[in-house]
């Protein structure tokens, strides 16, 4: 299970969320404030996360602008399911419960994972998966969980 840390936990600097599997860090995310952005930097590469016109990307710090390797977009509000291309694997996302606000991701009709929540009075975004995609690709769906909380959160203020 990959989790988002406490900002400025287990080491990492002011701002900089740790991303944790089993309480130990794998990776660390900085998230922009005010836009829909993250620099994430894992085993030495950093990757940027943003979002581009109506759909969310992910490339390499090095890549040119136009080089998306990771690609998220909404297929349908009303049922709330997205699509996601993870470097030729296509991810289908649909709710897993309205209420709880979490939501399934399958590969090829499969279930892949499964996002949820930490306990407490400030939950922060989890995903349980089955560990058939490589870290960068498990990283670019937490930040998308992260992203789909903050536009709960946003709406529901």
């Not at 404030?33 to 620099?39: H, L």
């Not at 995609?133 to 937490?142: G, I, V």
Request: aromatic letters at 8%.
């Amino acid at each position: 299970m990959l989790e988002l840390g406490k900002a400025g936990s287990h080491g990492c600097p002011k701002g900089v969320l740790p991303v944790l599997r089993d309480d130990e860090v794998v990776a660390t995310l900085r998230a922009s404030t005010w836009k829909e952005a993250a620099t994430v930097s894992v085993g030495g590469v950093t990757w940027e996360f943003t979002r581009r016109k109506r759909e969310l990307t992910g490339r390499r710090a090095g890549d040119p602008e136009d080089a998306v390797r990771l690609r998220a977009r909404q297929v349908s509000v009303w049922k709330g399911t997205w699509a996601i291309d993870l470097e030729g694997t296509a991810v289908e996302v649909r709710p897993a419960s309205w209420w709880k606000g979490t939501h399934r991701f399958l590969v090829h009709g499969r279930p892949a994972a499964e996002s949820g929540s930490t306990p407490g009075w400030m939950p922060r975004a989890t995903i349980t998966l089955d560990g058939t995609l490589p870290l960068e690709q498990q990283l670019f769906l937490l930040w998308w969980e992260h992203v789909m909380r903050r536009r709960s959160a946003a709406a529901a203020a």
